[in-house]
């Protein structure tokens, strides 16, 4: 059965830093490609970052990049994004998911949901003082 479980949220103050973990099962990373999205009440689910099969390559919103690092842990199971310098506005809650059908080396952060298939429950990032 393909999982996966978000982890790490919590509550942080501006400036701070946070890594969020995507555990996977049922499939590894040599077979997907994985996407964090974002969401606030009452707004779209947005992409924040993606990677591809075995991580070779990456991609990220604008608002995010230069602070937001997506990567992958060596046996091939678990995502994480690290995020530095957060900012009030990066409040929301954190999912990630995978995409079955990326070609090899590609990613998109696009949040189409006929690919980004399978998600996990989220995780609560909160950036207050």
């Known amino acids: 059965q393909l999982q996966l479980v978000e982890s790490g949220g919590g509550l942080v103050q501006p400036g701070g830093s946070l890594r969020l973990s995507c555990e996977t099962s049922g499939f590894t990373l040599r077979s997907s490609a994985i996407g964090w999205f974002r969401q606030v009440p009452g707004k779209e689910r947005e992409g924040v970052a993606c990677?591809?099969?075995?991580?070779?390559?990456?991609d990220y919103a604008d608002s995010v990049k230069g602070r937001f690092t997506i990567s992958g842990d060596s046996v091939n199971t678990t995502v994480y994004l690290q995020m530095n310098s957060l900012k009030p506005e990066d409040t929301a809650i954190y999912y990630c998911a995978s995409d079955l059908y990326a070609s090899p080396g590609t990613c998109t952060i696009v949040l189409d949901k006929g690919r980004y298939a399978r998600w996990g429950q989220g995780t609560q990032v909160t950036v207050s003082s």
């Open positions: 990677i591809s099969r075995r991580g070779s390559s990456t």
